[in-house]
């Protein structure tokens, strides 16, 4: 079954412990992503990466690190997580890199507490 | 305020009833894609309609793009209560590489 996978689900941890949130997709995308998503404030994008080894800053990677070591897998890192990073984070990715004409697939959500 | 504002923020109808919200936008677009997210659960794609089309359907979803009000609307017919979500508008920018979303639309369909 196509699908993006998140772990863990759901995680309570305290500030300035550091966290991996593992994302992994096997669809063969190029394009994978992470966002946050708040209430009140909709989706933002966090960091995203175009193919294995490219990857950029969205609009809050404040905090917050990636990799693209592997085609399949995007894991974010909080380095040292703050309580404003309690969130609900999507991982999500798309086909093809550069053609904007693709549809996102997301996972099904890591919701983080950080106390 | 974010590239993609939904109005109205929350949508309370009957089933039967359609239902439309909309979206605008402020930089040029390359695309625009509407998703539907059930409660604390992962996006779904639902439609995608270009910047060069004007209107599109899938099933009981009608969505029409303005690119001159730089502004959308989803339309749902016929509505059901599995249809109660927060859906939302995405664009994507013709100078990036990145999918903006806005704030949602949080609809109710009361059976």
């Known amino acids: 079954e196509a699908q993006v996978t998140q772990n863990p689900r759901y995680l309570i941890t305290v500030t300035g412990k550091k966290l991996t949130v593992t994302c992994s997709q096997n669809?063969?995308?190029?394009?994978m992503s992470w966002y946050r998503q708040d209430p009140g404030l909709g989706l933002r994008q966090i960091y995203y990466?175009?193919?294995?080894?490219?990857?950029d800053k969205g609009d809050v990677p404040e905090g917050y690190k990636v990799s693209r070591k592997e085609k399949r897998n995007f894991p974010l890192i909080l380095e040292s997580p703050s309580p404003n990073q309690t969130s609900l984070y999507f991982c999500?990715?798309?086909?093809?890199?550069?053609?904007?004409?693709?549809?996102?697939?997301f996972g099904p959500g890591t919701r983080l507490t950080v106390l | 305020s974010q590239q993609g504002e939904e109005d109205p923020q929350a949508l309370s109808i009957q089933e039967g009833e359609n239902a439309t919200m909309n979206c605008s936008y402020k930089?040029?677009?390359?695309?625009l894609q509407w998703y539907r997210q059930n409660s604390g659960r992962g996006l779904v794609h639902l439609i995608l309609?270009?910047?060069?089309?004007r209107e599109k359907h899938s099933g009981r979803l009608r969505v029409t793009l303005d690119t001159s009000k730089k502004s959308s609307s989803l339309l749902i017919t016929a509505s059901r209560a599995a249809d109660t979500a927060s859906y939302f508008c995405a664009t994507w920018k013709t100078s990036g590489s990145r999918l903006t979303f806005g704030e949602g639309t949080q609809l109710t369909v009361n059976p």
């Open positions: 990466s175009m193919n294995v080894e490219v990857t």
């Open positions: 930089t040029s677009i390359n695309n």
């Open positions: 999500a990715s798309s086909a093809e890199a550069g053609v904007s004409y693709n549809e996102q697939f």
């Open positions: 309609i270009r910047s060069n089309e």
């Open positions: 669809m063969n995308h190029e394009y």
